[in-house]
């Protein structure tokens, strides 16, 4: 049965990125620096997370005057997947957007998945309409129902088993797809 937050997709193409979707996604075991920051993470979600996310994705530092930091992390801690409704005052932070709480979040979590705007457009493609909009928290939120809704919907032999969090080769995976 397909999830309600999938609904309306063209089920052939659903079918059809299950079945490219191991080969999509093969190499992902050779990105050693994505791995490497992921497993670097070893504690509750703190800003040291946020440095680690940063750091992958290339964004500057943050430098945040302690009222600011501490609130960022309690942010980062009360956050429940899939809920993404209590960092919209996130994106209120000079140099935020949804992209980049996105993967504070994914490195935080290992739950949360980044938010691509070819991810977007493949699951617009696919009849799901997912606007990509980084200034806006609910547009992340539909993302992550919709990868949550292909989570719940993979046929058992649809994810691989590659050691990254099924967000991840979910996300990688509509990115690839044609």
């Given at each position: 049965?397909?999830?309600?937050?999938l609904?309306?997709?063209?089920?052939e193409?659903?079918?059809?990125?299950?079945?490219?979707?191991?080969?999509?996604?093969?190499?992902?075991v050779?990105?050693?620096i994505?791995?490497?920051?992921?497993?670097?993470?070893?504690?509750?979600?703190s800003?040291?997370?946020?440095?680690?996310?940063?750091?992958?994705?290339?964004?500057?530092?943050?430098?945040?005057?302690?009222?600011?930091?501490?609130?960022?992390?309690?942010?980062?801690?009360?956050v429940?997947?899939?809920d993404?409704?209590?960092?919209?005052?996130?994106?209120?932070?000079d140099?935020?957007?949804?992209?980049?709480?996105?993967?504070?979040?994914?490195?935080s979590?290992?739950?949360?998945?980044?938010?691509?705007?070819?991810?977007?457009a493949?699951?617009?493609r696919?009849?799901?309409?997912?606007?990509?909009?980084?200034?806006?928290?609910?547009?992340?939120?539909?993302?992550?129902?919709?990868?949550?809704?292909?989570?719940?919907?993979?046929?058992?032999?649809g994810?691989?088993?590659?050691?990254?969090p099924?967000?991840?080769?979910?996300?990688?995976?509509?990115?690839?797809?044609?």
């Amino acid at each position: 049965m397909i999830p309600v937050s999938l609904f309306g997709i063209d089920v052939e193409q659903c079918e059809a990125f299950y079945a490219a979707l191991p080969g999509l996604v093969a190499d992902t075991v050779d990105d050693e620096i994505y791995a490497n920051a992921l497993f670097s993470i070893e504690s509750e979600a703190s800003l040291e997370h946020i440095r680690v996310a940063d750091l992958w994705a290339k964004y500057n530092p943050f430098a945040w005057p302690e009222d600011i930091s501490n609130e960022v992390e309690m942010t980062i801690r009360t956050v429940n997947y899939p809920d993404v409704s209590l960092l919209e005052h996130l994106l209120t932070l000079d140099n935020v957007d949804a992209t980049r709480v996105s993967g504070w979040m994914h490195f935080s979590t290992n739950l949360f998945p980044l938010y691509s705007e070819s991810a977007c457009a493949t699951l617009t493609r696919m009849g799901v309409p997912t606007p990509y909009d980084p200034t806006d928290i609910a547009s992340y939120g539909l993302y992550v129902s919709r990868i949550e809704g292909l989570k719940l919907y993979a046929p058992a032999a649809g994810l691989p088993e590659i050691g990254l969090p099924r967000s991840r080769m979910l996300q990688l995976g509509l990115e690839r797809f044609q």
